[in-house]
Structure formats: structure tokens, C-alpha cells
């Protein structure tokens, strides 16, 4: 016993020497050498920013070109230690997401050093070639959608509170189509803070979709799509699907900020892209909100209020996505399994809230769940003077609509499966975890 432990100690000694000389050798030879702009930076923008930083992005500065970027440098760099850029506020230890934009430790590590070296250019032979994007206000999914439904205008005063209107369009839909993709086109981005899009369908039909779906997913008045900051669009893939019905209105929720300096009519539309007519899909995706409007109460002056919503999956079902809504106030949101052995299990933990980030996080692998899990979600609010995003620390705050109001609501896309595929995922999980247990 003891003999071991002494090896295992040199082992580790061992081990620990060899990693500090490796470190050394890297450090003299290339590790010391400030990172550049085109060698090691652009790469990084490219992959993580440029999608909302580029000109008609929606962010408010071009990061595609040094000389553009040169400028915000010392900004990036806080932006990206605090791991506030690119917008993706969770703990990156609990779960795995695709598409995932965050940056790794050392990508952030290359980042803060170019900065503090000066923030050189370097050789621009070194320079990955642009990226290639679609023109601003296209269809990014590629082709053009199939039905377009585009909300009547709304005046937004240049000064005013903000506005909620919600506005009813008729689809124009002569019979059920399953959705392949749908996107989100604001006109005008300034005073548009958000729009959740819903499906009035009225009852579930009783033709035309396999009955056992209809039976496990009643999907009357659905939420379809949230468009905000950071999310305009969803496409369907693996046999899944969202359904819109025959004679179905779509309801515009708009949250509009006055931009402070003119009135705008603003207009939004959505556009359709359907699977073939004919075609069922294997899986129906239902979205769920998770939230508790009665118990929602918030003191003044409170850091940290609490409050609790469960949802229990009446089938065997796996969860596409989670989205935290909240408002001024949010702080945090988790979202847990509570399987029905008692065994508990944390899915996501937004550990950073930011309320003007909407963002969906879209699991790599949906988790699979068997009936009788109950989805668990915590919200926390922060309403001391020290959240310097709050109105009035003074307020007793509870649930409304209004941005000064507070919402705990955590979004839930998922599709239920069977018992028999919920036991197969089961045993490719238990295969997957022994092979990496034991890898001979
Ligand atoms: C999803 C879109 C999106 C992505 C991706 C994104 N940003 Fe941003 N960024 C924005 C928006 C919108 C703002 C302004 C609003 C805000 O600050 O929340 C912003 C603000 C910033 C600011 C502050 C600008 C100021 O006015 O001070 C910096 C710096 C920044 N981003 C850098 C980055 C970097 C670096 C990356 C990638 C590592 C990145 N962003 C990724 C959308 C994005």
C-alpha cells in the first residue's frame, strides 16, 4: 500500500516535470510571441462574432476587418473575459449545445494577451480568407419560404413607455402543413426588443396526423418562435417538425423599446418553409413554457428571490432546447431533471443572465427522459441596487407584462418517443459511457 502510493507519487512527479518542461519549450519557442491579429484573432472573430459583427449585422460595430477592430480592442477584451461576447450565458461546464459560438479558455487567453500586447495586425499573409456571408434580410436557410405572414404596422413613438401590442394575422393556411423552417425578419431592429410568435390553432384536428401524436401533443395556441437578439430562426432536422393547422391565425406579441430619437412603423414577418404535402413527421416538437405567475413575488431591495416551476413529461420524451425568459431583474435560471427514481440531474444553468439576451440553447445530444420525469425550473431575481440594470429597488416586484413587471418562464421545446426508443437510447448511452470507461 504504501510501496504504491510512493510510485504513484513519482508517477505524478514524473508526469508534472515533463508538463512543466513541455511548457518551457513551447514558451521559448512560439508560446512567448504575442498573438497577432490575422494569425490568431480574425480566426476567432470569424468563427464566434462576425455573424452579428459585420456590416448590416445586428450588432453595433463591424469586427471583420483589423481597422475596424483595432478600435474596440480594449473593449473586446472585457467583453470576452467576462465571457459577456459572444452572448452565451451559461455555465459551459453543465451540458453540451450545438451550435455552441462560446470561446475556450485559450481562445480567450489569445484574446486578452494580443490586447495587452498592443494589439498588433501581424502579417497579413497570415489571414484566413473572408467569410462569405448572405446579403442582410434573407432567408438564411437558403431557399425561399413557402408562405410569408407579415404583421400590420405599428407606430413606436420616438419617446415613449414601451409598447405591447399584439397583433392576430390570418395564415391563409387551406390545410395542416409540418414546418421544415421558420425565420423571423424585423424592418426595423431599433425599437424591436422582441416578438413572440404564436400558432392559434384552436383544437387539435383529428384528421390528417398520425392519432397517438394528436393524443400526446395537444398543441392548441402554441408558442412557435421567439424572435430576439441572438435567435431568428429554427429549422427542423431528424425527423422532427412543428405543425401549423389549417384556418390557424398567428398572434405577434410584440415588446417595443422606443429608440429615443424618431417614430417608427414597424413591421415583422415571418416566413415558412413546409415539408412536402403528405409527409408526417416521426416526431411533433410541442413547445412548453415552465413557469409559476402565482408564486412569483420579489421583495424590494431582495439579491437573490427564488422561485420555482416543475412540468411533468406524461410520455418518454427528449428535450430539444431551453430558453430562459425573464426581465430586468433576472439573475440566473436552471433547468433539472427530477427523474422518477429521485435521481436528480442539472441540464443547463444560465449562471449569467443578461435580460436583453433571449438566448435558446439548443442541447448537441437531446437528452432522453422516461415518463414521469419532472422538468424543474429555477429562477433567480436580483432586485438590490447592485443589479444596475434595475428600475426601482424599491418596488415590489411580481408577474406582468410590462419590462418593469417580472416573467420566470423557461421555454421548452421537446418531442415525446416511445418507451421502446426511450430503452434504446438508454443502452447506447450505457454502451457509450463503457466504452469510454474502459477503452481496450
Ligand atoms: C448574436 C450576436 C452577437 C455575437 C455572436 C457577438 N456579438 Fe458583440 N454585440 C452584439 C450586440 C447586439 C451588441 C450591443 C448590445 C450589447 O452590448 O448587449 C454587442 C456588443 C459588443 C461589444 C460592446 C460594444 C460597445 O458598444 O461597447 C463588444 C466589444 C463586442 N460586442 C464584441 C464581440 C466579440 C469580440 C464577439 C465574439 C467573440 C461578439 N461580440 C459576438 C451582438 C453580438
Not at 516535470?17 to 470569424?46: M, W
Not at 413557402?146 to 415613449?160: I, K, N, Q, R, W
Not at 424585423?186 to 384536428?205: F, N, S, W
Not at 420555482?308 to 410520455?315: I, T
Request: with cysteine.
Amino acid at each position: 500500500m504504501n510501496a504504491r502510493w510512493k510510485l504513484a507519487g513519482a508517477v505524478a512527479f514524473a508526469i508534472i516535470a515533463c508538463l512543466s518542461l513541455v511548457g518551457v519549450t513551447a514558451d521559448s519557442k512560439e508560446g512567448r510571441a504575442t498573438p497577432t491579429f490575422t494569425k490568431n484573432i480574425l480566426p476567432i472573430l470569424q468563427k464566434s462574432c462576425q455573424d452579428c459583427h459585420r456590416p448590416g449585422g445586428m450588432a453595433p460595430m463591424s469586427l471583420v476587418t483589423y481597422e475596424e477592430s483595432r478600435p474596440w480592442a480594449r473593449s473586446i477584451k472585457e467583453k470576452v473575459v467576462t465571457r459577456y461576447m459572444p452572448p452565451w450565458h451559461i455555465d459551459r461546464t453543465v451540458g453540451e449545445y450545438y451550435p455552441d459560438p462560446s470561446l475556450s479558455d485559450e481562445e480567450i487567453a489569445a484574446v486578452a494577451s494580443w490586447v495587452d500586447g498592443g494589439a498588433m495586425k501581424g502579417n497579413p499573409a497570415d489571414a484566413p480568407a473572408p467569410r462569405v456571408f448572405p446579403p442582410a434580410n434573407t432567408w438564411v436557410f437558403g431557399e425561399e419560404p413557402d408562405l410569408v405572414v407579415t404583421s400590420s404596422g405599428f407606430v413606436v413613438p420616438a419617446v415613449a413607455a414601451d409598447q405591447y401590442p399584439k397583433i392576430d394575422v390570418p395564415t391563409g393556411l387551406a390545410e395542416d402543413r409540418y414546418i421544415k423552417w421558420m425565420q423571423v425578419i424585423p424592418e426595423d431592429t431599433t425599437v424591436l426588443h422582441h416578438v413572440l410568435i404564436y400558432a392559434l390553432q384552436g383544437e387539435p384536428a383529428t384528421g390528417g396526423v398520425r392519432g397517438i401524436q394528436q393524443r400526446r401533443s395537444p398543441i392548441s395556441d402554441s408558442l412557435l418562435i421567439e424572435y430576439a437578439r441572438g435567435n431568428d430562426g429554427d429549422i427542423f432536422t431528424n425527423g422532427t417538425a412543428k405543425l401549423l393547422k389549417a384556418g390557424s391565425k398567428l398572434r405577434f406579441s410584440f415588446h417595443y423599446h422606443p429608440n429615443g430619437e424618431k417614430a417608427v412603423n414597424e413591421r415583422a414577418k415571418i416566413g415558412f418553409k413546409f415539408f412536402p404535402k403528405g409527409y408526417t413527421p416521426k416526431y411533433l416538437i410541442s413547445t412548453k413554457g415552465i413557469s409559476s405567475p402565482s408564486t412569483l413575488a420579489i421583495p424590494p431591495g431582495e439579491p437573490n428571490a427564488r422561485s420555482d416551476a416543475y412540468f411533468r413529461l406524461e410520455e418518454a420524451a427528449r428535450l430539444v432546447s431551453f430558453q430562459p425568459h425573464m426581465h430586468y431583474r433576472g439573475k440566473r435560471m436552471t433547468l433539472e431533471a427530477i427523474l422518477p427514481d429521485g435521481h436528480v440531474e442539472l441540464l443547463t444553468d444560465v449562471a449569467r443572465f443578461v435580460w436583453t439576451w433571449q438566448i435558446t440553447y439548443p442541447y448537441k445530444n437531446p437528452p432522453a427522459f422516461p415518463r414521469g420525469t419532472v422538468l424543474h425550473m429555477t429562477a433567480y431575481h436580483d432586485n438590490s441596487p447592485n443589479n444596475k440594470e434595475n428600475p426601482d429597488p424599491t418596488a415590489f416586484v411580481g408577474w406582468g407584462d410590462r419590462t418593469v413587471d417580472e416573467m420566470n418562464i423557461g421555454w421548452l421545446d421537446f418531442y415525446y418517443i416511445s418507451d421502446q426508443e426511450f430503452a434504446e437510447l438508454q443502452k447506447q448511452k450505457a454502451d457509450r459511457l463503457r466504452a469510454t470507461a474502459s477503452p481496450q
